[in-house]
């Protein structure tokens, strides 16, 4: 059977608080990867030891760095890629969702969709990522089930199909109907959630039935099947792998209720890993072709025992064995891929294959940067993941002027990591960087970081500064300094010694086109093209 078919490589996105590190917890349980999923309280106090390992993660009880976890389960390899809930980072789970096949999203029963589930939403929708939909919390008031499946299809304009759907809710929900199995899953409360709740199976026609379902219960969530099936909706597996259609399961994550319908779904219907698109075309997830894969994220310092750097890698195409060969394609280097792990909260593992779908960790290459590609086959370049646009803009003070060197070297990692972006104001004779980020938490990281893991302390200036264009390379920078700038707009170079203008604001921006009709404006740095 092809190392390939059995791989699920996906991502679980949400609005915070909607229950996704929960389910995520729940899903190693089924994969054996930890015995006990603790409640969320053990949890925030364990979390070092799943996913997350920064600090400041736990002290503020956020996830900010993503995980790979790589788990099997029922002759399924599954690679999970944990996202950053906060909207600071949504470039972080942008760059996540660049290397899944498919997502799950997870909807609070009780608020349906929320701005960050819409915001994800659209990322995956563009980019034809199949979604599956978690309406989770079921065993708390929710807005009504047909409501909900309403708003995914309105909303969201995503055709919505349940695969199972709720008997009751609130303090009324007698469990879950397999609309595929026809069979009725009770739910019994479990305090805590820690184990595996039991669960009962019953045929739709089961005498006992009436035993554990109140009657009016039932009859609603049969009336409502029988709209559901009236309706006409059918399932499309086709529309699926498209992203046109969304598969709906209800559930409760916390009490561990409807999740394995929801994984066993889920790794049946998702698809294997997928051709990517590289600038020669798509190349093939087969197993014999050559190896390739691009790079999409990169963090340093994840162990404070190692303190390395990590870049996680995509396979894409081949195999991959430890110690080959491969091309860096930016740099055309050829690298020995010797160091590669695969990585589990804190513990580290020696990866010896891989095959497409896989992520691995490679250990302490400086070269590597988002988005490179790593082939045998000179010919496969993967497209570059874009950023995304900045709305914050702080300046980065060095109180203490002993410090700057390691403050510099710091940062130059973080930028590597693509924590935040950075630009240096042209002339204003100053050296403090202006640091650029969609989030002001993302700022809070880099202080933090530097603080911890390079021993430079840092003044953080805010300023109300919004935009930034980058100003296109055949421009006459000279003639455009000296033509007076109004007081709220910036030339400023970013670290690759670009030239963009930091502006206040709309208003600031839309009066320097009227002034400067003849300059080329962009939101993203000009390709290299236009360079020449
Ligand atoms: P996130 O990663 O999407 O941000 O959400 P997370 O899993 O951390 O869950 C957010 C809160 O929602 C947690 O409560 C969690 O226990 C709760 N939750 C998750 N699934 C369910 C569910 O099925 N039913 C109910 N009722 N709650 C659920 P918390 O108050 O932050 O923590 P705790 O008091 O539960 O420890």
């Known amino acids: 059977m092809s190392k390939i078919t059995p791989r699920r490589t996906f991502a679980i996105i949400s609005h915070p608080d909607a229950g996704k590190t929960t389910l995520t917890e729940k899903f190693l349980l089924y994969g054996g990867a930890v015995q006990l999923a603790g409640s969320v309280t053990a949890r925030r106090n364990q979390r070092a030891s799943t996913s997350d390992w920064m600090e400041l993660e736990r002290k503020r009880g956020i996830s900010i760095s993503s995980t790979v976890l790589q788990f099997d389960y029922n002759g399924f ?6 996202t950053p809930g906060h909207q600071d980072f949504s470039e972080d789970t942008y760059r996540v969702l660049t290397a899944v096949d498919a997502v799950i999203m997870v909807i609070d029963a009780a608020k349906g969709i929320e701005t960050q589930t819409r915001k994800l939403f659209e990322v995956c929708h563009r980019r034809g990522i199949p979604i599956f939909t978690f309406i989770n919390k079921l065993d708390h008031p929710t807005k009504d ?9 309105h909303v969201l304009g995503i055709g919505a199909y349940p695969m199972n759907w709720p008997i009751g809710t609130g303090q009324q929900f007698h469990g879950l109907f397999d609309r595929r ?13 820690e184990y595996r709740a039991p669960v009962e199976i019953f045929g739709l026609h089961d005498e006992n039935m009436r035993e554990h379902v109140d009657a009016r219960v039932l009859a609603t ?24 259609q969304t598969p709906v399961y209800f559930g409760s994550a916390k009490n561990n209720f409807g999740v394995q319908l929801l994984l066993d779904g889920y790794l049946g219907f998702a ?6 698109r590289s600038a020669q075309g798509f190349v093939p997830a087969e197993e014999d072709e050559a190896f390739s894969g691009f790079i999409f994220k990169i963090q340093a310092n994840m ?16 195999s991959f064995s430890r110690d080959m060969f491969a091309i860096h394609a930016r740099t055309g280097k050829k690298i020995r891929l010797s160091n590669a792990a695969k990585l589990f909260g804190q513990q580290r593992e020696t990866v010896e294959e891989g095959f497409p779908g896989d992520i691995i960790g490679l250990v302490g290459h400086d070269d590597f940067g988002i988005g490179d590609t790593l082939t045998v086959d000179p010919a496969i370049v993967y497209d570059e993941i874009p950023r995304f646009p900045p709305e914050c803009f702080a300046l980065l003070h060095s109180p203490n002027p002993a410090n700057y060197k390691r403050l510099r070297d710091g940062l130059d990692q973080l930028l590597q990591e693509g924590v935040v972006q950075s630009f240096q104001l042209l002339n204003s004779g100053s050296r403090t960087p202006v640091l650029a980020a969609v989030g002001p938490l993302q700022f809070e990281v880099v202080q933090y970081r530097l603080e911890n893991e390079y021993g430079a302390t840092t003044r953080l200036e805010n300023t109300d500064w919004k935009l930034v264009r980058w100003v296109h390379p055949d421009t006459d920078l000279k003639q455009l300094s000296s033509k007076l700038l109004p007081t709220t707009t910036f030339l400023a170079e970013d670290v690759l010694k670009q030239p963009a203008i930091i502006f206040a604001n709309d208003w600031a921006l839309n009066y320097f086109l009227e002034q400067h009709k003849e300059v080329k404006l962009s939101d993203e740095p000009w390709p290299e093209e236009s360079q020449k």
Not at 77 to 82: A, S
């Open 77 to 82: 390899r599954v690679n999970l890629l944990d």
């Open 145 to 153: 089930p047909l409501e909900l499946l309403d708003e995914l299809e």
């Open 181 to 193: 199995g026809k069979t009725i899953h009770l739910f019994e409360r479990v305090s805590g959630g």
């Open 221 to 244: 969530a049969q009336e409502e099947m029988s709209m559901l099936d009236g309706a006409g909706f059918s399932f499309d597996q086709d529309a699926i792998l498209t992203g046109r």
């Open 271 to 276: 698809p294997d890993p997928q051709p990517r």
């Open 303 to 318: 162990d404070p025992r190692h303190r390395d750097r990590i870049a996680f890698l995509r396979i894409c195409s081949g």
